[in-house]
């Protein structure tokens, strides 16, 4: 819920063509995350220092974007109405993205959570880096078929294509 306020008032503000203060307290933002992340992950090795830094962070920001906001570009934030049934519907629909995250992340994660739990962490490394070498080279062979796709289309499109597609092919590997 913070974030949705925040990126409402973000939004405020690089609507007033404020992009320097928008743009750079994110940024400033994610460098000092960064920051104290590595600094207190070394010193407490939790979880909860990630959540206490994130919110805190957050929050900071937040106060920073809405006192920005309210002395440069005059925003005024007045409750004149509370939308019940429009916070119900914005209830359910958090509810499901949130639901739909966390299968999301079991489903990708799922090879490497059994991995882990029958062989170990080590294992899980292992297989890590050979997917990884699996992605660059999907990712190769991704970027060469695009790269021929014209190519290849435009010779078959000619008289006698489909034997020009051999020499075509050979002279490419």
Same mark, same amino acid.
């Given at each position: 819920?913070?974030?949705?306020?925040?990126?409402?008032?973000?939004?405020?503000?690089?609507?007033?063509?404020?992009?320097? +203060?928008?743009?750079?307290?994110?940024?400033?933002s994610?460098?000092?995350?960064?920051?104290?992340?590595?600094?207190?992950l070394?010193?407490?090795?939790?979880?909860?220092?990630?959540?206490?830094?994130?919110?805190?962070?957050?929050?900071?920001?937040?106060?920073?974007?809405?006192?920005? *906001?309210?002395?440069?570009? %005059?925003?005024?934030?007045?409750?004149?109405?509370?939308?019940?049934?429009? +916070?119900?519907?914005? %209830?359910?629909?958090?509810?499901?993205?949130?639901?739909?995250?966390?299968?999301?992340? *079991?489903?990708?994660?799922?090879?490497?959570?059994?991995?882990?739990s029958?062989?170990?962490?080590? +294992?899980?490394?292992?297989?890590?880096?050979?997917?990884? +070498?699996?992605?660059?080279?999907?990712?190769?062979? *991704?970027? !060469?078929?695009?790269?021929?796709?014209?190519?290849?289309?435009?010779?078959?499109?000619?008289?006698?294509?489909?034997?020009k597609?051999?020499?075509? !092919?050979?002279?490419? %590997?």
């Open positions: 819920m913070i974030h949705v306020i925040e990126n409402v008032i973000n939004g405020f503000i690089t609507g007033h063509n404020a992009f320097a +203060f928008g743009n750079g307290i994110r940024l400033v994610i460098i000092l995350r960064i920051i104290l992340l590595v600094i207190f070394r010193v407490y090795k939790n979880g909860l220092v990630i959540v206490i830094i994130t919110t805190s962070l957050s929050f900071l920001f937040l106060f920073a974007e809405l006192i920005y *906001a309210r002395k440069n570009l %005059g925003l005024i934030i007045k409750y004149e109405f509370w939308d019940r049934t429009l +916070f119900a519907e914005a %209830g359910k629909y958090t509810t499901m993205m949130f639901l739909t995250s966390v299968a999301g992340q *079991a489903f990708n994660n799922i090879d490497s959570i059994v991995i882990g029958l062989k170990g962490p080590g +294992f899980v490394t292992i297989y890590s880096i050979g997917l990884m +070498f699996f992605t660059m080279f999907q990712n190769l062979s *991704a970027g !060469v078929a695009g790269v021929m796709l014209p190519t290849v289309t435009s010779v078959l499109s000619q008289d006698g294509g489909e034997k597609i051999a020499n075509v !092919v050979i002279s490419a %590997g």
